[in-house]
Nanobody
Framework: QVQLVESGGGLAQAGGSLRLSCAVSGRAFRDYVMGWFRRPPGKEREFVAAVNWNGDTTYYADSVKGRFTISRGNAKNTVYLQMNSLSVEDTAVYYC????????????????WGQGTQVTVSS
C-alpha cells in the first residue's frame, strides 16, 4: 500500500488551466502504475488518465484527450495532471490512484486512493 495526497485543485474559468499534484509515500513509487479519476456532481467516479512506471506510456479518457496531460517525477515520488482548456464539464472531485497492475487501475480496481481534491470550472 502507498499513501496518496493530492493538491492543486481549486476554481478555474472555462478555457483556463489547473495542475494537480499527487505526492506518494510508502512502498517504492516505481512499482506502481499511477492514475487520476474524477467524480462529477451526482455521477459515478470515472477514469481520467494513467501513466506507467517510467512515464513512457499514458492512457486517457476520450473526454480529456488533447487537453489533459499526465506525467510523473520518480525522483520526487509525484504524479501530475496538467489540465488545459477546462470546461464546466470538468468540474469534479479528482482522485489520485495507484496500483501495481495497469489493467486493474484503468478499470477502477485500484489498490490505493487519495482523499480527493475539488476542481470547479466556472463559465
Amino acid at each position: 500500500q502507498v499513501q496518496l495526497v493530492e493538491s492543486g485543485g481549486g476554481l478555474a474559468q472555462a478555457g483556463g488551466s489547473l495542475r494537480l499534484s499527487c505526492a506518494v509515500s510508502g512502498r517504492a513509487f516505481r512499482d506502481y502504475v499511477m492514475g487520476w479519476f474524477r467524480r462529477p456532481p451526482g455521477k459515478e467516479r470515472e477514469f481520467v488518465a494513467a501513466v506507467n512506471w517510467n512515464g513512457d506510456t499514458t492512457y486517457y479518457a476520450d473526454s480529456v484527450k488533447g487537453r489533459f496531460t499526465i506525467s510523473r517525477g520518480n525522483a520526487k515520488n509525484t504524479v501530475y495532471l496538467q489540465m488545459n482548456s477546462l470546461s464546466v464539464e470538468d468540474t469534479a472531485v479528482y482522485y489520485c490512484a495507484a496500483d501495481t497492475i495497469a489493467y486493474n487501475l484503468r478499470n477502477g480496481k485500484v489498490g490505493s486512493w487519495g482523499q480527493g481534491t475539488q476542481v470547479t470550472v466556472s463559465s
